[in-house]
């Protein structure tokens, strides 16, 4: 009887833990919604979500939806604007488990809009294949962003925790780049002003050049870039190094409290400002 009532009470636990395990687990599914009107912007306020702009086969917009059937999404034109967001329906209890990821492709039929902005917590985005927009303003808490072959007139990102890709950027006017911990990468980006702060990343730069002035704040992080140049640069770290190649004579004005510095004895161009507290200065012109 005794050996009964143990197996008995093992089978409850495992049926009691199965019947929780499946209460607490979040089903993934795939939808696709068409998008029939026009629209000019795009604006998406979502939470854990991927996502990724593709080019359509067709003249159909369709976003498809990788998301959890507690979690559903919502995609809409109103006042020019298609616009995405969620409708969380989920309980407490049902994010216990959860063993995937969503994700938002976006699939344009035009390569030209207005604005794009973005705001999201936790979530990778990528936006590639030669669109162009008037304005793309993306806050994001935790996740990494990675542009290619894109152009537009103001690029403003904005992220907490993650890093930055820039590749192939045509913009006419400012780039502004901020981030608290990550690393940041641009290569081959044209602009007219480009700012980048960031409390604690290192960042790169090949072949950036900014019409006006490009600005660099770091607070722990190296500053590397080759072939980069712009009316006027200025470059501040406390602890990181600033190493790297310009493209035209500048007048420098550099100074580092610990740290080794070179650059050359150029005396026409534009202001050349760094200054590291903890760190080595090396600058030459190509």
């Avoid at 607490?24 to 629209?39: A, G, L, P, R, V």
């Avoid at 993650?162 to 192939?168: A, H, I």
């Avoid at 470059?235 to 190649?245: A, F, Q, R």
Wanted: hydrophobic letters at 35%.
């Amino acid at each position: 009887m005794r050996n009964f009532k143990i197996i008995t009470l093992i089978a409850l636990t495992i049926v009691t833990v199965i019947m929780l395990f499946s209460g607490c687990t979040s089903e993934y599914e795939t939808n696709t919604h068409k998008i029939d009107d026009d629209f000019k912007n795009i604006t998406i306020d979502v939470d854990t979500e991927d996502i990724i702009f593709l080019p359509t086969q067709d003249d159909m917009c369709k976003v498809v939806f990788y998301e959890k059937a507690s979690k559903k999404h919502t995609s809409i034109v109103e006042n020019e604007a298609l616009v995405i967001k969620y409708e969380n329906e989920e309980k407490w209890y049902q994010n216990i488990f959860n063993f995937g990821k969503s994700k938002i492709t976006v699939y344009l039929p035009k390569n030209e809009y207005n604005n794009l902005t973005i705001e999201s917590t936790t979530g990778d985005i990528k936006l590639e294949n030669e669109f162009e927009f008037k304005s793309i303003n993306i806050d994001l808490t935790t996740g990494d962003i990675s542009f290619d072959k894109i152009q537009a007139s103001e690029i403003n990102l904005s992220i907490t925790t993650g890093d930055m890709e820039l590749d192939n950027i045509n913009c006419s006017g400012n780039i502004t780049l901020d981030s608290t911990t990550g690393e940041t990468e641009l290569n081959n980006v044209n602009c007219k002003n480009l700012k980048s702060t960031s409390t604690t990343g290192e960042i790169t730069l090949e072949s950036v050049i900014a019409t006006e002035k490009i600005h660099i704040e770091r607070s722990t992080g190296d500053v590397e870039f080759d072939r980069m140049d712009a009316g006027e640069i200025f470059i501040e770290t406390s602890t990181g190094d600033v190493e790297g190649s310009l493209l035209s004579d500048k007048i420098f004005i550099v100074d580092t409290s610990t740290g080794k510095k070179r650059v050359p004895e150029t005396t026409s161009g534009g202001k050349c400002k760094i200054t590291t507290s903890t760190g080595d200065i090396f600058i030459n012109i190509e």
